[in-house]
């Protein structure tokens, strides 16, 4: 699972150069960083195709500076989820270029130069209380390169705002689809399209709605072919999955 | 809660003349019947607009014969439910002029003079799966003096299939939408209408769908107004509480 | 779904003459209004009986003042549930005429001519604690225009309180019975009169209760007929369906 | 916790007469008897008030018969709960004198005096298919020395036949009240007498039921006060405690 | 279930005499005094041995104290549960000879002449934790009349510490045990003893505990017999029940 | 959602020439064949990319064969899942060329000419009692024209059996991973690839495995990014969504 | 995780004399032996410290020996748990040496020479329907080298049967506590001893248990220190942890 | 399971002596202190190991200080777990030497002299937010006498940070593995290692972790031989029974 002789090859070089300091070349070498309360995945973007990602929520604002500082050494494209308004107040005093989005509570640094982003992703959500959810899923895309289009609000309880995107939503690679209550809109959309259509329950909704297990429980039944599941309010992972996939649509594909 | 006076005074006449049997009026003073292992409620029509219903399932063939004696020498209408091969044949060996569906497990004796059913309730069946609980929602509904028209295997994966049927969704007085699976039907019919859909949960499904979990919990958190839910498998349930919501659609009602 | 011919040819009229601005008739002939973050269905009230209603509860107060101005542009009648303070203070700064009922947590505008309400639904609460849910179902059914009678604190341990509401109870169309702990009332309503009966669980009740989930459970299970339920402490669910059945009496009901 | 000297004076002097082997003296002594797989219990008696009962189901036969000559050798009344036809067939055949109740499962073996039993036990079933869970608890009770009073199918749907027995229930010292699908009952019951209320809780029901876990989350969280719960269709349970309750109306209780 | 004659002329005495206002004549020959929000069941004390308790949690205080002057007027005991401090200085500051127990969080006018308690009730806690339930559950008793005698901290990691308590637990007339964790303490009790045991789960314990569902489960499960089970955390209810319990062993009962 | 111009212009003149008789133009105009029992989707291979797949458990075998001969009149390839011993014999002797796996309990007709597959999807079992499921997805995905290669038996407790695969899983376009017990092997290899993994809980297992709960949970909660869920025993699914998901890698792809 | 040079070496010279073939060598280098549908870990034994065990449930009898065939010829002894008739009787036919125990469903190879037994396993059993699963962990650990002494029957409702074996628990390198229903023994056991207790639940038990849910809970949430947890019915898991636990305590241990 | 004679005899020369004053030779003799709302077992080292831990969580910092002093008069060491800021404040107010670890929130006194630790105990954490649960188990274990050496952040999503610490795994004498999310790390460890591990499950994750469930139902179906399972974010009880097991290890062990 260790990066190939190429790949070390080339590290050793930028070692020797002055590139890479000792630290940092130990970790190519290792593929990992340990900080001691935290071993950082440096190779996770070589093996699954993004830099790891931080969930911020629960962490010490000085904690995630201090994971931002490691990350950001091996790495132009840094992500943290759930931040909330200390993380964000003390990584920006750090790091003055990172970028924040107080609904989606995501933080981030990104200095790579611009490129176009690829593909498309139809992302869906069913009512205004998934906003949260799906651009958390938004953001972690474009982070990884695709095209999103938006359609909010479009729940099964008014299909006519639904039928409306028709054309749109078949010209997709991917869609997402964010919804709550009892996660209804993944069946009808997976009855509309022939594309992979990714389900993330939320856990909006009261009384019987269990904390998002209705939704779950609804996507993972839906009597449409072509629906998989995350896990509630897991918009990160559906974003991150849903680039892998839109990867796959690019002509210069390797595999 | 026990018969007013006219009631009371009627009944008397009709032991004093012998068109009752001793037994036979003081079921009607007491409200029901004492078989000893059973109290039938005789009284249940005046109380709730319909006969009481007898639930076959467990009971010995010869027990529910004995139940049909009782019941049909205080009403011109039986009907048991979840009735099985051997509940048919005893009973019908007792009683020639016993009907029976199948499908449906139903098993009724009906007496009364045919006439004309009232009003329509709409009848939806996401799966032919579902037709089981349909069905028997049919015949209780039917049995009540209902009309009812049936629209089957109308799942929302080919939504299709559910919009051609619009425009007599929307004449019905009530709705009755049966569903396995993520249970998603009756939102989006609820979506369509502006008459009481009343859901009903079938334990259809596998894997995730634990036995109708699923699509109880998708129906009761529904996103759209005017849905109601009945148990899992519930087709009498929900025939029987159609057929006194469509009495109310009657021009003559007397409240 | 969309609106018929003769409603879209008297929009236009009214358009033609002034009365819509161009942005009220895109939302007439579409069926909704798109904010960007939101789609609000203003064909709604066509299609199910009642205006979208706004579920307060998470939302902002600048965004469901927003709101407001949208819905109030299209409909004579706005409701919000689960609206708190802030909700209030700010909807009744820029619309004064906006009513509130503290325990029901309900909030809305009626520019509507007065009207004599209709029918009768009977409105049932268990115990004192189940009352902001019976009054958000009662303030929602008189929104929709019917005459509802309140029967609080009846629950099944003192039989005696209940059974002297019995003449009242058979008078009404319809009746809601909201209860909390083990959710019994429905059952012994239920086998009292023969209309439907809508059952609400409340969240009320300590230790094994579990939120809602022993009434709710409770109730799906009733032992008598003509019973179906609502989701926990969804009073709202309750008094708009209760007011669509409650329609049904009316003697001049088209279908 | 081992018998008292008085008790193990007894017990050696009818080891010396020859009235007890050797193998009973040893287990009265140690307060049980070690058959290998098992240790019986003979202890029970004294410390609990009845010997201890054997739950047939799963048993072989053969065992079952091992068991009965072991306990018959130190008590005077042995029963078997569960008790299935080939347990029937093997203990009889060793036991002519074993009697069997079909319907409540029971198999027992009494050689004790005729005595008149005491005090009243009510006993309430709310259906028809909840008698074998009622009878196996009467069987208990009256084997224990109880008078147990039936009152068969009295459920919450039809409150007139419930309420007929009132005067009765209220007779007696503690009642036992079985209930399937909501479990309601038990809290109707609780309201009207002041004295122990064993509420047990059947698997009767479809749908939601949950195997009886509706009834029981329905009869913890009765509103009415002086109920206690018993696991799901434990007759034996709730027939053993109510026996001890009743014994304590005795006015020569020694305690 | 209604007052009997003989009850009520000797009421209709007290209201011709000015002993009774015309309120409280009315609240005795209905059995209930409406408020509007509440309707006070005054005939509780008859029907189920004490008068009807409040539970305060959730209540204003303001309705709390209208409730025990509308209480006070009918009965010279009145008992509140869960009362926090508001409640208690509300109800002492109005009615300053309300007593409090701030463990129990228990609130109580009692103005009866001193009686003798009678018999004696065995409560046992398995953890100092599970205190506060045991507590209410004392102070329910012994306003019921019930001696008791309290064995906190003797849970079965620690056997020792409860079989020094065995004389004393075999001379009780019923056991009250409060446990949390994996609630074991019950079965253990169960069969050390041959008189009723009330089994009260506690929402004590950590991780997989979930909230008393663990000790409940256990509890239901005992396989000791005579055991029966309250309601997570309900301290009042064991003590209501265990003193109904301990008053049968009076002699002078009269049934 | 219909069929749009350019198809049915195609469609009628195939009507016209004789190609299609009156039943099946209209099935094509309306998108679905009416059975009565059933509505036939003909139209979800243009939508959903793969033509309506019939889940044969509990369907009856005559059922069944009338549903392939309105499907293949339709579809050169028919798809039946859950085929058990009837079913196939039933098939197979009105279509000798059906074809059948047993251990995959799948039932086929493919009359489409031979084309040579493409992609890879790479398809994992943790163990040999998964395999009922993993074959059930390899062939539905080689159905839909996809290359597949099985690497079955690589659970997390031998991890060297895994790890000597893992140059051929970062081949593969995305990865199916099927797995019971506690499902952890989709987040071993989400750790190890960049394509998209879809897991597969089984209901394989035993004690507290829960059906296939334990797994199914465990995956939702990966760790691992990238990875997300189909229910459980879910085979059908997997494959056909992994089937979706590797045509997007083709070069020629249209959107 | 490969075998070290040494083992490697020695292997290699035992191919070069011919005492093992091809398979054989490839399997010891490899780790495991791939049969198609099957990669037999024949490394588990140096790793895990006892060869791979089969879980014979739901396998075909000839698969199973097929099984045996390779796992003896890598390994002097074989273990199959769950093994029903047909799998004995197909092993036996192959393998005369093969032995078996009904009632612990265990069926296994043994070649090794005979050795002393080492240390003491204390086995604990709370009812008799547990020793299916508690012979189960016997078997298993006696094959593992381990002494075990068995005490069954001895749950809590009879405390002086377990008290009584007080000072032989006390003698133990571990134990093992098998029960269902409640699951209180390894609490009691845990406050008695300092050496680990491992707690296995059994499905045993009806109503509420849940299958062995109620056990589960019970002993996860145990009040004893050193207590932790199999999951439900795993008999085999536990006998095999505790022989390694008890091989701790052997002097010539090298760690 | 009172002290033996030889201990007992040595107790009473200390209290002859004056060494011990009269309530500590009490407790001695009783094997418990009995503060009255507590019965501190002072006997729990003799039998399980380690003097009984204190929970302080929900305790008032006083009762805790009482605590402290109460079993620091007999016992050198003394531990409480969950200690928050205030019962830390108030211990080291009266006890100044006491010592406290605030992300294990863990408070000590030590008095013991200085004694070398033994063995070895390897402790893993999945992820750096199952630290407290981790560090909670280290210093329990410590405490105890047992070397520990600690590998965080190994999760199993970057399995090359695991494999990279093989041979240290292999060399410990019993492992354990904290993990939250999935908790698939304990099945991969308890594949590479021939000795015992302790699984513990976290309440870490968001979603779907249903506060530890996941983990929890993981870690009981591992498909790895040699796991056993504490309750979720157990630390304290891990580290215990990991000590006690540590210990067996030791070659002078007296069994």
Not at 133 to 161: F, N, P, Q, W
Request: contains cysteine; charged residues 25%; negative net charge.
């Amino acid at each position: 699972m260790k990066p190939n002789n190429e790949d070390l090859r080339d590290q050793l070089r930028r070692f020797q150069s002055g590139d890479l300091d000792e630290e940092q070349i130990l970790a190519k070498i290792q593929g990992y960083q340990d900080l001691g309360f935290a071993k950082l995945d440096h190779d996770r973007h070589r093996r699954c195709g993004f830099p790891e990602v931080v969930y911020a929520q629960g962490k010490e604002p000085a904690d995630l500076v201090h994971i931002f500082e490691a990350l950001t050494s091996h790495s132009d494209c840094v992500l943290a989820t759930r931040a909330g308004a200390a993380h964000v107040e003390a990584v920006q005093e750090r790091f003055p270029e990172a970028r924040h989005d107080a609904r989606a509570r995501a933080l981030w640094i990104d200095k790579r130069p611009a490129e176009e982003s690829i593909g498309l992703i139809g992302l869906l959500a069913a009512g205004t209380s998934d906003l949260p959810v799906a651009e958390e899923a938004r953001i972690t895309a474009e982070l990884m390169g695709a095209k999103v289009s938006c359609h909010y609000d479009v729940g099964v309880a008014g299909l006519h705002r639904l039928l409306d995107q028709y054309d749109q939503l078949r010209r997709a690679r991917v869609l997402i689809v964010v919804a709550g209550m009892e996660g209804a809109l993944p069946s009808v959309v997976g009855g509309l399209v022939d594309r992979p259509v990714l389900a993330v329950p939320t856990s909006v909704g009261y009384g019987a709605a269990f904390g998002g297990i209705a939704a779950l429980l609804g996507m993972l039944n839906s009597c449409a072919p072509g629906v998989s599941v995350l896990s509630i309010d897991n918009g990160f992972g559906a974003g991150h999955l849903a680039a892998l996939i839109n990867r796959l649509g690019e002509s210069d594909l390797e595999s």
